[in-house]
T-cell receptor
Framework: GESVGLHLPTLSVQEGDNSIINCAYS??????FIWYKQESGKGPQFIID?????DKRQGQRVTVLLNKTVKHLSLQIAATQPGDSAVYFC???????????FGTGTRLKVLA | KAGVTQTPRYLIKTRGQQVTLSCSPI?????VSWYQQTPGQGLQFLFE???????NKGNFPGRFSGRQFSNSRSEMNVSTLELGDSALYLC?????????????FGQGTRLTVV
């Protein structure tokens, strides 16, 4: 696809299983985080966000967990479907600089 | 509500030329950010504009520039193109980064420099 390099970590899951994608962020002062999904040939698509005053937030089939102690985010996708195949990025908002800092991404492959 | 619109979707240019890319943000969003995406470097921040003012610039050479108009539409320009400028250029629209607001991306402009 257009978005990622060949060295991206890849997670392969069976259709119907749950997926967990992990991300480490860099700035302990960051207080807002977003998960994006990027399909081949498309721009990143907003999935879910979380603020630092929360540990967990749920959306439709997705849950984001935030562990501020170890600066770690995870995205859980329930009952993974073929349409979930994409590259997933976490992003932290750098409040002092008006930008988002992106992780390197994880490629999710859903096996039929 | 319309999403973020980037034009053109694809461009092929030769080394030494210049290029202008356009981004129309979501209605009501005053912030437009630009990112370069390459396989080797991932998503790298170029610059951010808010109400026609550049508030931050990433670590890119001066050949990369941008501007924002009063209707919040933004353009970025790359002069004296190099092969290494080949990338997907993404525009992100938000209400105001830094206040816990979502950023929404366009489909990107795929620039190929030959």
């Amino acid at each position: 696809g257009e978005s990622v390099g060949l060295h991206l970590p890849t997670l392969s899951v069976q259709e119907g299983d749950n997926s967990i994608i992990n991300c480490a962020y860099s700035n302990s002062a960051s207080d807002y985080f977003i998960w994006y999904k990027q399909e081949s040939g498309k721009g990143p698509q907003f999935i879910i966000d979380i603020r630092s005053n929360m540990d967990k937030r749920q959306g439709q089939r997705v849950t984001v967990l935030l562990n501020k102690t170890v600066k770690h985010l995870s995205l859980q996708i329930a009952a993974t479907q073929p349409g979930d195949s994409a590259v997933y990025f976490c992003a932290e908002e750098d409040a002092g600089t008006y930008k988002y800092i992106f992780g390197t991404g994880t490629r999710l492959k859903v096996l039929a | 509500k319309a999403g973020v619109t980037q034009t053109p979707r694809y461009l092929i240019k030769t080394r030494g030329q210049q290029v202008t890319l356009s981004c129309s943000p979501i209605s009501g969003h005053r912030s437009v950010s630009w990112y370069q995406q390459t396989p080797g470097q991932g998503l790298q921040f170029l610059f951010e504009y808010f109400s026609e003012t550049q508030r931050n610039k990433g670590n890119f050479p001066g050949r990369f520039s941008g501007r924002q108009f009063s209707n919040s539409r933004s353009e970025m320009n790359v002069s004296t193109l190099e092969l290494g400028d080949s990338a997907l250029y993404l525009c992100a629209s938000s209400f105001n980064p830094g206040v816990n607001t979502e950023a929404f991306f366009g489909q990107g402009t795929r620039l190929t420099v030959v």
